[in-house]
């Protein structure tokens, strides 16, 4: 059996599972939830390229892309971005108060509306435990939002202190 394709999703589990409490490092270090998000994008662009290119050079693909194939891509990327864009929202309107709540509910929706969306585009017969997978990954996320620790929540900078002027050197 091939265990790549394991790997690279308990890679991907890593890194999306570590991207919350990191997205809130950078918020604490920046005392603002949209900065970070600029960020996101860059690394977003960086990653994205040079990964894309790298793995089609390996793989020996061409480097021309089909409108469909371009628009899909385009419209996953923006879909990401999207999302990443929504969970800075979610954090900024009240979850750096309970981001053990906020990341539960993003990653337990993103596989149930990931199955239900499959469902719908190939318009294949799905198989009722689909649906009780989905109540399961409900309750599963109401049982790791609740009992998940987290650290207190940065305080935001007071309105004057981004104009402060610098310490004077001696």
Do not use: D
Request: with cysteine.
């Amino acid at each position: 059996m091939n265990q790549w394709p394991i790997i690279f999703a308990l890679l991907t589990g890593l890194f999306w599972g570590t991207y919350g409490p990191a997205l809130g490092n950078s918020r604490a270090a920046e005392k603002n939830p949209f900065k970070p998000y600029v960020m996101i994008g860059v690394a977003y662009l960086v990653w994205g390229i040079l990964g894309g290119l790298g793995g089609m050079a390996y793989t020996q693909t061409s480097f021309s892309f089909t409108a469909g194939g371009a628009f899909w891509g385009f419209a996953a990327g923006s879909l990401g971005a999207f999302g990443a864009l929504t969970l800075t929202l979610a954090m900024f309107s009240g979850g750096t108060a309970m981001p053990q709540i906020v990341m539960p509910i993003v990653f337990g929706t993103a596989v149930s509306v990931t199955a239900i969306t499959t469902v719908l585009q190939t318009k294949a017969s799905f198989n009722p435990w689909l649906w009780l997978g989905i109540a399961g990954m409900a309750v599963c996320i109401v049982l790791v939002a609740y009992n998940t620790p987290h650290a207190a929540p940065h305080k935001p900078a007071s309105p004057g202190a981004a104009h402060a002027s610098p310490p004077a050197a001696t």
